[in-house]
């Protein structure tokens, strides 16, 4: 289903920024689209953008306040499209005008002139048990029944959870990712490009049926990536965001 969603040139995409106070760099490149220093055509947002969002768990938003409200004005004027990742889900009480994709949307087929493009978070089609997994965390009930044992606990549950994830190392070079990705798409998908991230492996591999792109994390040295002009060889440009812009 392509939600009448085409990419644009000179769209930005960011992968994996897993932003909380401990890494907070994502901080300003928001701040330079917002104020349009960085002036994208369209803000694409591969999941993991923050280390720990959760709808319905208000206690997450409080430490994300300033993100969630500068993505929020970003998409009055700007399409904002935002594929929940593992990090952060169950997000369309948190964003007002974002086009949010959670994972049973994901890969997203969008068109890009006369390219045929998928793009994903990248664990939608994990293993049996982490599907399962997944189904569990982001149910509204078990949701619900989480806040208030939390709220009941002084927020115990989610400190603990936030400072386990900031321990995690998010820029390990994963020595079978190629062949991974070779045994896992096969003849899958009929395209001529596949985009997701969370591996955070910065790599393209190129495959019998199409190019996979697997995004650089912005966790990891801040990476972001522009679309180019189908007139180019790469289709995505790479920049390193830098505090002294």
């Known amino acids: 289903m392509s939600h009448n969603i ?38 694409i947002l591969m999941g993991d953008i923050f280390d720990a969002l959760f709808g319905c768990i208000d206690y997450t938003y409080t430490t994300n306040t300033e993100m969630i409200r500068l993505i929020n004005a970003i998409a009055k004027d700007t399409e904002v499209l935002y594929f929940e990742g593992n990090h952060d889900f169950n997000l369309k009480v948190v964003f007002e005008n974002v086009k949010i994709f959670p994972i049973a949307q994901q890969p997203l087929f969008v068109p890009y002139n ?13 293993p049996f048990g982490y599907q399962l997994y997944t189904a569990l965390i982001r149910n509204p009930f078990i949701l619900f029944i989480l806040k208030y044992i939390d709220i009941a606990l002084n927020h115990r549950i ?14 390990k070079e994963l020595s079978w990712f190629e062949d991974f990705i070779q045994k896992r798409f096969g003849k899958r998908f009929v ?11 910065n790599k ?10 697997n995004l650089g994390a912005f966790a990891c040295n801040q990476r972001y990536f522009i679309v180019k002009s189908m007139q180019d060889k790469e289709l995505l440009e790479e920049h390193q965001f830098s505090k002294e812009r």
């Open 6 to 43: 085409e990419l644009r040139e000179g769209a930005c995409i960011i992968s994996d920024a897993h932003y909380s106070p401990e890494r907070p760099e994502l901080l300003g490149l928001i701040k330079a689209i917002h104020s349009k220093e960085l002036p994208v055509t369209q803000l």
């Open 158 to 171: 989610i400190n603990k959870i936030e400072a386990h994830l900031e321990k995690k190392d998010d820029c």
């Open 191 to 201: 395209c001529d490009y596949f985009i997701e991230g969370h591996f955070h492996q």
């Open 114 to 126: 006369d390219k045929k493009i998928y793009l994903a978070h990248g664990d939608f089609d994990a």
């Open 204 to 213: 393209t591999i190129q495959l019998s049926n199409f190019t996979y792109i």
